[in-house]
């Protein structure tokens, strides 16, 4: 819990922050949980590559995926345990086309665990 009576960023306390433009950083309760976040177009076939995507390959399947269709709010979009690969995550649900938000949280590949 805060103490301070003067909140304060990040990025006076580690000058790398601001030079990437970050005021602060996301926490976790513990190590070795990180965040990815994609919005993207449902593809055809719901697979989403994360190389494809800018996106860091997990280190194991146990992550959770969130998403949000922005189109069409009855279709919204799921992703199976069975789904769930490190280096890919199959969509299903929304139609072809449909603008998805995607929130993968969990240990990416090379990273700390706890």
């Given at each position: 819990m805060a103490t301070?009576?003067?909140?304060?960023?990040?990025?006076?306390h580690i000058p790398v922050l601001a030079d990437q433009g970050m005021k602060n950083l996301?926490?976790?309760p513990a190590r070795g949980i990180s965040?990815?976040?994609?919005q993207k177009a449902?593809?055809?076939?719901?697979?989403?590559?994360?190389?494809?995507?800018?996106?860091?390959?997990?280190?194991?399947a146990t992550y959770g995926v969130f998403?949000?269709?922005?189109?069409?709010?009855t279709k919204q979009g799921t992703c199976a345990n069975a789904a769930r690969l490190?280096?890919?995550?199959?969509?299903?649900?929304?139609?072809?086309?449909?603008?998805?938000d995607i929130v993968i949280v969990?240990?990416?590949?090379?990273?700390?665990?706890?």
């Amino acid at each position: 819990m805060a103490t301070g009576a003067m909140p304060k960023d990040l990025q006076d306390h580690i000058p790398v922050l601001a030079d990437q433009g970050m005021k602060n950083l996301v926490g976790s309760p513990a190590r070795g949980i990180s965040m990815q976040y994609l919005q993207k177009a449902m593809p055809a076939g719901g697979v989403i590559v994360f190389a494809d995507e800018g996106l860091e390959n997990m280190a194991n399947a146990t992550y959770g995926v969130f998403i949000h269709n922005h189109t069409d709010e009855t279709k919204q979009g799921t992703c199976a345990n069975a789904a769930r690969l490190t280096t890919q995550i199959t969509i299903t649900g929304p139609t072809a086309a449909d603008v998805l938000d995607i929130v993968i949280v969990g240990q990416v590949d090379g990273q700390l665990g706890a």
